[in-house]
């Protein structure tokens, strides 16, 4: 039995992938969810292993967080509780007088409130992933924003997430240079024996 937290330290040795995911297990209540959102911050860390304060794709630009947001949604689509959020989105619209007549307009406006009120209940979760990461020692996370940067958030700060050393290591794919071509072989001619007609 463990009588001591698990985590990893910048200077222990190599860690594999289910040494990683015990880690976790150890330090959160929701692995899997905390994994994916590890996983997640990788892929938008640029070379220097950190992510944000924004995210660029397509030519948008969106905070770190509401891109993780978005990148997570599709995974709970057909959660019950998801479901009957949409319901009462729309139950909200009809009774305000604000639901379009339009079927697909109507659809169109219930899910932008639906995924604008998932995103904000989705931060939370998102942070409390982030300060279990920060506890396994997979992440560091400080603001970035307005006049400096600051380990504590507030001043129109946004979070930026900068993967740790042993997390780059498992996580982020390192460019391969690439292969040289293979050596030029020139062409053989062929031996004729002497005496023969050519």
């Not at 640029?46 to 995210?55: E, F, L, R, T, Y």
């Not at 997979?138 to 504590?152: A, E, S, T």
Request: charged letters at 20%; glycine letters at 8%.
């Amino acid at each position: 039995m463990l009588h001591r937290p698990v985590h990893a330290q910048p200077d222990s040795g190599p860690l594999d992938m289910p040494g990683l995911l015990e880690v976790l297990a150890h330090n959160s209540a929701r692995p899997r969810y905390a994994f994916m959102v590890l996983n997640l911050i990788a892929k938008a860390a640029g070379a220097n292993g950190s992510a944000g304060p924004d995210v660029v794709q397509g030519g948008a630009v969106t905070s770190l967080r509401d891109w993780l947001c978005d990148a997570l949604t599709p995974m709970g689509h057909r959660e019950p509780g998801r479901i009957a959020l949409a319901h009462r989105v729309r139950q909200d619209f009809a009774a305000a007088g604000s639901l379009p007549a339009d079927p697909d307009e109507a659809e169109r406006l219930v899910d932008e409130e639906t995924r604008s009120r998932i995103r904000t209940s989705s931060k939370t979760n998102i942070s409390r992933a982030v300060s279990d990461l920060v506890r396994a020692g997979m992440i560091v996370r400080h603001y970035q924003g307005y006049r400096v940067d600051h380990h504590n958030r507030g001043a129109q700060r946004q979070a930026v997430y900068t993967l740790t050393p042993v997390a780059r290591r498992l996580l982020q794919v390192e460019p391969q240079p690439a292969a040289p071509p293979p050596p030029m072989r020139q062409a053989s001619l062929p031996l004729f024996e002497a005496g023969s007609a050519r």
